[in-house]
Structure formats: C-alpha cells, structure tokens
C-alpha cells in the first residue's frame, strides 16, 4: 500500500526549502516529504532521514534512490537526533520535519498488530531492538497499570472495564492476536459505544502502541535536541495527529517563544483541507505547527 504523505502542499509552503539548504527529516518513512523537499533543496542540499523502524528505511532507500549521496539515512529513534547528526557531521540544519503518524503500509501490510481490522500477532512495535510488545503489556500488566495506560494514552472513557476485561480473559488463555483483544474490547464496552463513527478499539489500540513505543515521552526528548541542531533562522515543522502529542508540540512552542527562541508561523495548527481529507482519511486528524529559530 502506498503511504500519502499529509498537508504536502502547506509544509513546503511554511517550511519554503531553498536551494542548497540541509533538512532533518526524523520520521522520514517512506520518503513521501522526503522527495518534496530534495527537488526544492537542489542542487546541493542534504537531507538526513531518521526512523526507528527497518522496513521504513528500506522503503525510503527505494523512493530516494534517484537523489543518491544528497540523502543519508539512519535507523534510529529520533529521540536520539543529536547523535544522529553529529555521526553523520550533517550540518548546517536549516529544516527539520516531523510527521508523528505512522504509516498507511505499516497498518496494512507490516503486520505488526497495529490494526484492529486485521487478526495479526500483538506486536505494535516500531523497532526490533523495542523488547516490549504489545503481548507483553497484555498478558503481564497490572490491572491499574492497563487501566493508566488507556486512560492516558487513549483517553477511553472505558478504561476500567477493558483492564478488568483484559484481567479476565488471560486468566483462560494467553492474549496473542488483535482479534482476540478486539474481542475483549467489544464484550466490555457498551453496544451503543460499537456503533459510533470511531471503531470502539481504536483508543485501546492507539494507547497500547504508545506505550510499547514510549511515543510521547521520546517526543519531549526529542524536540529541544531538535531546536538546539536547528541554525538560526531555520524552520521546525511538526505534524501530530492526536491531541496528546499536538499537547506536546504546543507547550513546548509556547515554552520556546517564551523565552525568546522562536518565532511562530502559525498561532493556530493548519489542518488538511477537506478535499485531502476525502483523498486521504488519516488526514482528518492532522495539524502542522511550524516556528522559525531566532
């Protein structure tokens, strides 16, 4: 399946990629900005491609082929952005992008368990070198500690009773596929709540993979080490797709402003037009914040 790429048109237009300039990519996928952003950065200009997970990089070294030694690419967290560029002497920084969502290709083909549409192993992680799954968290967690973790990650108003389901089920048998833990979920929601536009797992699924990625807490790690690699009077641009990471992104915006470091170039996140919505879905829930460093 082929990943789109969200708001393509309002990232170049408010991260303006000149000629010769050098761009950090940190969630650089399949290469879908990626590409956008070398034809805007040539003839010279470099772009540093970080993500955590193998096939992504696999597949942007399929897309960028054509762009030879003008990309690098690292199979790395991009909580670890400072490492990543001072290993590679890449440099100076004038754009950094990240795109927080995860791909069209890791929901339908990687399976990983991401999906609550597909009966897959209850994986969710990004990284072969991540020890914690999905199944873990499942299967070994304290029923208190479930219920945090869709409370805080999910925001599922449910939380208690899909922990306690959870509890109840793997006292039978171990807790291994999505369809099972839909399952799960179905039996301890209400039926009014299994009829909703929203499928009713989908705040469970999105709390799971946050906490098997430890998602939020290496974006709070990552985006000061970003500003500090950035040059001055370049851009960040930052897309998340759910309120607990736009969260994130805002305070530390208002932080960095704050204190005199960025300037914002937006004061309220852009979100897609509703004609990228109807051509790509998971674009409903995207908003871009963009700010330039003093």
């Given amino acids: 399946m082929v990943h789109i790429p969200v708001l393509q048109k309002e990232v170049l237009d408010l991260l303006n990629p000149k000629p010769n300039e050098n761009c950090v990519d940190c969630t650089v996928n399949g ?23 193998p096939d992504a990089i696999q597949n942007c070294k399929i897309t960028t082929e054509k762009f030879g030694p003008r990309i690098i690419l690292a199979c790395k967290n991009f909580s670890n952005i400072d490492k990543v560029v001072e290993k590679e002497k890449f440099g100076p920084v004038s754009i950094i992008l990240f795109d927080l969502g995860f791909s069209s290709w890791q929901v339908e083909d990687g399976g990983k368990g991401f999906s609550f549409l597909r009966d897959e192993p209850l994986d969710m992680r990004y990284s072969p070198e991540n020890n914690l799954t999905a199944r873990e968290i499942v299967n070994n967690y304290l029923e208190s500690e479930l219920q945090g973790i869709l409370e805080d990650y999910g925001q599922e108003r449910f939380a208690k009773k ?9 006292e039978k048998q171990p807790i291994k596929t999505t369809f099972q833990l839909v399952d799960i979920i179905k039996r301890a929601v209400p039926s009014n709540y299994q009829r909703q536009k929203i499928h009713f797992g989908t705040r469970t ?5 946050i906490a098997v990625n430890n998602e939020l807490d290496n974006l709070k790690i990552a985006l000061p080490k970003a500003l500090d690699i950035l040059s001055s009077g370049g851009r960040i641009a ?4 759910h309120s607990l990471e736009d969260k994130i992104v805002k305070e530390f915006f208002k932080d960095s402003k704050s204190k005199n470091n960025i300037e914002l170039l937006n004061r309220k996140p852009i979100q897609a037009s509703f004609n990228e919505i109807h051509d790509n879905k998971r674009a409903r829930s995207a908003k871009l914040r963009v700010a330039i460093k003093k």
């Fill in 205 to 209: 699924f999105q709390a799971i993979r």
């Fill in 31 to 53: 290469g879908g900005h990626a590409v956008l952003i070398l034809e805007r950065i040539s003839p010279n200009g470099k772009l540093l491609g970080i993500d955590w997970s």
């Fill in 162 to 170: 899909i922990a306690k389901g959870i509890i109840g089920a793997r």
């Fill in 238 to 241: 930052i897309i998340s797709f």
